[in-house]
């Protein structure tokens, strides 16, 4: 995604006759939580190193996935590399980076080039080589591992798909071929050959087989290449300068390869291992061919509600046109093998003779959607991972103590022991909090609405349900909610209550405005605005409306029958939520982070402050204290703002 160059700390510095004075600042306290999509694990010793929405969790030891080291990053990862007690991190928006795991505690940074997107990355003798999306190709001097040096960046003629390297030979993996090089100390490459994709293992070109591929590999002299359409094509490097195509295992429809030393596996897009041994034949034996053999295979089969799949030694069930596979990496170490399911989680299994033996499981189906605080705990709407509960401390750091398992959850509302939880498909939700740490869900609503935002006034929910409509429920008894007014209107994304009237945002149609006077509700009018109406936050006479592209439009309702828009500002992109304090409006801005606004004018808002976060900014809560951003993938964000 596009995103504009921003410093951490987003401060100003006002010159004002010959002097100067800091403005607002929105100052990061503190970032946290392990989300989804999970992409990449990769091993160290007895650690498991997972790379996760934008950061990265660290497993101490191999017998459970419990408590990890947790280090977020301003990219989501794409490739780790480990080299002895160090994590080389393909790091997307966040570039290279370079960690030091070898501590107990959290992994630490050494280095951080940020110039690059980063994509794939390779070490191939004393050279790491770095790839981005735009087909160039950064090379580093690693004399000193723990600070690579930056030497140059070759712009190629053709988009990089992978990089795969062994002791100091470098593949290249292209459209159409892979280019074979021989990285000497200093940065040199030399190449030496090139194995064309398309073919058979013959080395004859074959139109069915794709030029085009996803991964490639390079282990004990045999390069691997995963194509797009699930063929897998193998060569010998023995002598790099003429590739020998080998016959690859035959398996069908292959959604990731592994290899390991002597070892390799192939996960299928139906949840089907198939390892197999590399078998090269003494030198002795002149020209003999390397050969692949395949072991048993065995099948990842779900055995509980949460997925969590054990290894069979039945074969793969037939496939499924237009199945979507569960699990989409593999990764394997010695003994040990990780698979991966992007918005579920990672599953490690030991691996002897021949089995797998499911070691343990940790979920990365979190995404942070939208949050409340109160009392010095934090409750997080997080997505398909249910309901985050933490303790903030004084200095803005979160200590996650409790969770509820939902649906979807999508917006959080307090109201004394209580938190309801708009759960999307899984309607409305009642949990009692009394006991954060062993926090339950007491009372349930269903309802035909996708239930995506909510406040709580009054022993009654005030439900936004999505391309739904709205819905009124009764909570004054949280074990026994009860539905009392539903109609369908639009879009409903955001929604605000005052004592007597309604107010929600209807998408294109507009901010709404119902009065609750009578027994039931009843329009009272509806302001068409210029952009997308996701979010409404009343204060008083003043409506503060999240307006999609459009940013954000100030609306004077003190004639609820004739609202106003008395001001409005752009944010060069999508208003998503907004959360207003005193004089400062604060808006979830997508792909541009966390605004601060002064609206002390409500008639010519202007920006104070800004913060870029890792993932788009979702959803947005303030007190006297913090202010609190979701960020998707990216996670929760602690903010200080001081004007």
């Known amino acids: ?11 100003f510095v006002v010159m004002l006759n010959g002097g100067s004075f800091a403005a607002s600042e929105l100052a990061l306290l503190s970032r946290s939580l392990i989300q989804g999509p999970a992409r990449t694990v990769a091993f160290s010793g ?10 990265i969790a660290i497993f101490r030891g191999a017998d459970e996935l419990r408590n990890p080291a947790y280090l977020p990053l301003e990219g989501e990862p794409g490739e780790i590399l480990v080299k002895g007690s160090l994590a080389y991190v393909a790091a997307s928006g966040g570039g290279l980076v370079v960690l030091d795991i070898s501590g107990p505690g959290a992994p630490k940074e050494t280095f951080r080039y940020k110039a690059v997107r980063a994509e794939r990355c390779a070490l191939a003798g004393s050279t790491l080589f770095v790839a981005d999306a735009q087909s160039r190709l ?4 690693c004399a000193d591992p723990r600070e690579p040096r930056f030497m140059e960046m070759k712009q190629l003629s053709a988009p990089v798909f992978s990089l795969a390297a062994d002791g100091d030979l470098l593949a290249i993996i292209h459209p159409g071929k892979a280019s074979i090089y021989r990285a000497a100390p200093g940065g040199a490459m030399r190449e030496l050959s090139e194995a064309a994709l398309g073919t058979d293992p013959r080395g004859q070109s074959d139109a069915r087989i794709p030029r085009d591929a996803k991964k490639g590999i390079l282990r004990r002299g045999v390069l691997f290449v995963l194509t797009s359409t699930g063929e897998v094509l193998c060569w010998d490097l023995g002598r790099p ?16 390869i592994a290899v390991a030393d002597g070892e390799g596996m192939l996960l299928t897009n139906l949840d089907y291992l198939l390892p197999f041994d590399i078998e090269r034949p003494a030198l002795a034996e002149g020209d003999a061919q390397v050969k692949l053999r395949s072991g048993k295979g065995f099948t990842l089969e779900s055995v509980n509600r949460y997925a969590q799949p054990i290894a069979t030694g039945r074969p793969p069930a037939s496939e499924t046109p237009g199945e979507i596979p569960k699990t989409t990496g593999v990764f394997m170490a010695g003994k040990r093998l990780a698979v991966v399911a992007p918005f579920d989680g990672v599953r490690v299994y030991g691996l002897d003779r021949g089995k797998a033996k499911l070691i343990d499981f940790f979920p990365t189906r979190g995404f942070a959607i939208s949050l409340v605080a109160a009392d010095g705990l934090l409750y997080v709407a997080n997505g398909y991972d249910g309901v985050r509960i933490g303790h903030v401390g004084r200095d803005g750091t979160v200590d996650w103590i409790g969770h509820i398992q939902t649906v979807e959850a999508r917006d959080v509302a307090l109201s004394g022991p209580y938190l309801f939880i708009a759960d999307g498909t899984g309607g409305l939700k009642a949990a009692d909090v009394r006991d954060p740490a062993r926090a339950k869900i007491v009372g349930r609503h269903a309802s035909p609405y996708f239930m995506s935002a909510l406040v709580v006034k009054g022993g009654r929910a005030y ?19 009860r539905l009392v ?35 039931a509700p009843a329009a009272v009018s509806v302001l068409d605005t210029p952009g997308w109406n996701c979010d409404c936050f009343v204060v008083r006479n003043i409506a503060y409306l999240a307006d999609g592209g459009a940013g954000i439009s100030i609306v004077d309702v003190s004639d609820r029958k004739k609202p106003r828009t008395v ?22 801005a997508h792909t541009r982070g966390v605004a601060a606004i002064d609206v002390s004018n409500p008639t010519h808002p202007s920006i104070a402050a800004w913060y870029d976060t890792a993932d788009d900014a979702r959803g947005i809560f303030a007190d006297e204290d913090f202010v609190y951003a979701a960020s998707g993938s990216g996670g929760v964000y602690v903010f200080r703002y001081s004007r």
């Open 567 to 588: 001001g409005s500002l752009s944010l060069g992109t999508v208003a998503r939520a907004v959360y207003a304090l005193e004089k400062t409006l604060f808006a979830a």
């Open 138 to 141: 950064y090379l580093f001097d």
């Open 463 to 481: 439900c936004a349900g999505g391309l739904g409509g709205v819905e009124i429920v009764d909570v004054a008894e949280p074990r026994r909610p």
């Open 46 to 55: 007895d650690d498991v190193i997972v790379g996760t929405g934008c950061g």
């Open 485 to 519: 007014w539903r109609q369908d209107f639009s879009e409903v994304r955001g929604i605000d209550v005052d004592e007597r009237y309604l107010y929600f945002a209807d998408g294109y149609e507009g901010c709404r405005i119902y009065s609750l006077a009578a027994g």
């Open 241 to 256: 300068e003429r590739p020998v195509a080998i016959e690859p295992p035959r398996v069908k429809g292959v959604a990731d």
């Open 1 to 11: 995604m596009l995103r504009r160059s921003l410093p951490l700390a987003a401060a």
